[in-house]
C-alpha cells in the first residue's frame, strides 16, 4: 500500500506535489511524517533509473542541506547499495555540488 505523497503535512506551504524539486523532497525528508518517509523509501528501492536518481538525490541533501535525521536518511539509502563515503569532504562552494 502506498502513500499519497500530496497529503504529506510536509507540503503545508505548497500547492502541490513536484517530487523533481530538490527542494520539495528535502522539506518531505525535513518534516514528512513516518508514512511519507516510508513511500519515498519504496520510490527510491530497485534498479530502474528513477529510483537510483532518487537514491544518489536523498544522498545529496543530506550532505548539503540540514534537514533532521540525515544519518537516518543516509543510513536508509547505504541499505539500498547506495554507495556513500564516511566522511566526505565539505563542498567549498555551490558550483562544487553536483
Not at 534537514?67 to 558550483?95: N, Q, R, T
Amino acid at each position: 500500500m502506498s502513500f499519497d505523497l500530496s497529503r504529506s503535512r510536509a507540503l503545508w506551504n505548497r500547492n502541490g506535489l513536484n517530487l523533481d524539486s530538490d527542494e520539495v523532497l528535502a522539506q518531505i525528508l525535513d518534516r514528512g511524517e513516518m508514512e511519507a518517509w516510508r513511500e519515498i523509501y519504496r520510490l527510491a528501492t530497485g534498479p530502474d533509473p528513477s529510483a537510483v536518481a532518487l537514491r544518489k538525490r536523498i544522498v545529496r541533501i543530506c550532505r548539503t542541506i540540514p534537514i533532521g535525521f540525515p544519518h537516518f536518511f543516509l543510513a536508509a539509502m547505504g541499505s539500498l547499495g547506495e554507495p556513500l563515503e564516511p566522511y566526505p569532504d565539505v563542498p567549498e562552494s555551490m558550483d562544487d555540488i553536483a
